[in-house]
């Protein structure tokens, strides 16, 4: 079966298509009777009298104290994959549980057995891949404020941005797995995963930042670097939620920026010792590295809205 129907609407915003004459007699459907439906990758509908219910996914890892790292990478990538009960055998398996209940969002451990482990992983039904990028830009942003008092005072933060940082692992992991476990479009999850990197990368390079300050001391120029990268990131994100592809003002907040950094270049240039040059230069650089991570998220969202084309 394979013909055309056509779509109608009533009402404002509901569209109604007619169900072939043949197929609802052949299934005895009635008037009340509920029907489901799912969007597969390709972006097409699949429609059903039972609810889809997925199976659940299980694997076991071999585990040892010489393959904790492997061990480790699979177990991850197991996660991301969708696996809902993973089962550690071998040796050290508590020490790989717990790393898994620390890097991992919803693991916990469900049976234990000797030299066995089993790990379940709890479902997130109301977090959506939108709610945790949005949390992604929440938490980063948090991590741009920390960096900046860093340099502005001198405060010590890196135990709190340390904290954040992981959080942004988690997210981030939590985001790879429910895009696999999604039904959405292949496309818009590719560019939703390569914005959610964008944002990992960025909580790295701030935290980098606000570890070399112990070393480099209060910076106010470094600190107000930070403020107009801030800005850059706020901005990209807000344009990719919202599809805007105006670069106008992007391109006018980065003029600001790369002014402040040849600022610094400049008082460079008067400096006298070389390590401290080194220093500030890694630095902005940093900061610089970060305003190249918010472009990726602005591209990207330029990217979605034309693969959206039809």
């Known amino acids: 079966m394979n013909e055309p129907r056509k779509i109608q609407k009533t ?19 009635s008037k009340g009777a509920a029907v489901y439906l799912s969007e597969n990758n390709d972006g097409t509908l699949l429609l059903s009298l039972k609810k889809g219910e997925r199976l659940p996914k299980a694997c076991s890892i071999s585990v040892s104290h ?3 790292d492997s061990s480790m990478r699979n177990l991850v990538s197991a996660y991301v994959g969708g696996a809902d009960k993973i089962i550690l055998r071998g040796e050290e398996t508590s020490v790989v549980a717990e790393e898994a209940r620390r890097i991992l969002s919803g693991v916990e451990i469900a049976e234990e057995n000797g ?5 379940q992983i709890l479902t997130f039904d109301n977090l959506s891949v939108d709610n945790i990028i949005k949390r992604l830009f929440n ?5 741009f404020g920390l960096a900046v008092s860093s340099y502005e005072s001198g405060k010590n933060v890196n135990a709190e941005i340390s904290r954040k940082e992981d959080d942004v692992d ?3 992991l939590l985001l790879l797995r429910n895009l696999c476990l999604s039904n959405r479009p292949s496309s818009e999850t590719i560019f939703q995963a390569i914005v959610a990197k964008s944002m990992e990368k960025i909580s790295d390079h701030l935290v980098d930042l606000a570890l070399s300050e112990k ?11 930070l403020e107009k990268a801030a800005e850059l990131y706020a901005f990209a994100y807000e344009s990719f939620l919202k599809g805007d592809m105006e670069s106008k003002k992007f391109a006018e907040l980065k003029k600001t920026f790369f002014a402040d950094m040849e ?3 400049e008082m460079l240039r008067k400096e006298k010792m070389p390590s401290r040059i080194i220093a500030i230069k890694s630095l902005t650089e940093k900061c610089n590295k970060i305003v ?9 969202g330029g990217d979605m809205i034309f693969a959206q084309l039809k």
């Not at 009402?11 to 052949?26: A, H, M």
């Not at 190249?292 to 990207?300: A, G, M, P």
Request: hydrophobic fraction near 35%; glycine fraction near 6%; charge should be positive.
């Open 115 to 119: 030299n066995e482990i089993t790990l």
């Open 139 to 143: 938490v980063t942003q948090s991590m």
């Open 66 to 68: 010489a393959s904790f």
């Open 215 to 225: 070393h480099t001391g209060p910076n106010s120029s470094i600190a107000k670097l």
């Open 11 to 29: 009402g404002r915003n509901t569209f109604i298509v007619s169900l072939p004459y043949e197929w609802v007699t052949k299934k005895g459907i």
């Open 263 to 265: 600022k610094i270049d």
């Open 170 to 172: 988690r997210l981030y």
């Open 292 to 300: 190249r991570y918010c472009e990726d998220i602005i591209e990207t």
